[in-house]
T-cell receptor, first 112, second 115 residues
């Protein structure tokens, strides 16, 4: 389930289950979104992106869904593995130049 | 993507001192960015560094505290000046690879602790 930790909300899932990480973005004019994965001691790693003219995009084991009506973004990870344990951030490009605003992050914990 | 190397990877510093963080990219890029990630928190843009021009700072960040250099298209430095414990954070370099797709890639970060 999902819970709010000291700083980050945490999602705990069983290995092999699907994970859904949610993000509410701030600006209705944002036209480009990225999901990042950050493992401990590392920089954010690009996972998948989506533009505002799409509502779904699939990668390898990951799917991003965009609902512009409610300004909501989600990342779905299929068959979650221990290596998926990390903090996941959504980022929105608010439209002028390169100006990304990052969400607060969600810690994904994969249980054996 | 690209190889983005940051040095040092971590450091422990005394208050009042300054630390310069280096970022090296294995390809030429127009735009480089410096972010701060405070403990347990998300990323905040400090400034944008384009070669040949002054860095552009975001609200709440000033050049005297975070001077930036961008001497060429593959390298940048960020200095954290006159440090206090509140400056303890991860500092991240990121780049746009000039492919026209706006994707942002990050270095591995510099973990800074100020005593």
């Amino acid at each position: 389930g999902e819970s709010v930790g000291l700083h980050l909300p945490t999602l705990s899932v069983q290995e092999g289950d699907n994970s859904i990480i949610n993000c509410a973005y701030s600006n209705s004019a944002s036209d480009y979104f990225i999901w990042y994965k950050q493992e401990s001691g590392k920089g954010p790693q690009f996972i998948i992106d989506i533009r505002s003219n799409m509502d779904k995009r699939q990668g390898q084991r990951v799917t991003v869904l965009l609902n512009k009506t409610v300004k909501h973004l989600s990342l779905q990870i299929a068959a979650t593995q221990p290596g998926d344990s990390a903090v996941y951030f959504c980022a929105e490009n608010i439209g002028y130049g390169q100006n990304f605003v990052f969400g607060p992050g969600t810690r994904l914990s994969v249980l054996p | 993507s690209a190889v983005i190397s940051q040095k040092p990877s971590r450091d422990i510093c005394q208050r009042g001192t300054s630390l310069t963080i280096q970022c090296q990219v294995d390809s030429q890029v127009t735009m480089m960015f410096w972010y701060r990630q405070q403990p347990g928190q998300s990323l905040t843009l400090i400034a944008t560094a384009n070669q040949g021009s002054e860095a552009t700072y975001e609200s709440g960040f000033v050049i005297d505290k975070f001077p930036i250099s961008r001497p060429n298209l593959t390298f940048s430095t960020l200095t954290v000046s006159n440090m206090s414990p509140e400056d303890s954070s991860i500092y991240l370099c990121s780049v746009d690879l000039d492919r026209g797709d706006e994707k942002l890639f990050f270095g591995s970060g510099t973990q800074l602790s100020v005593l």
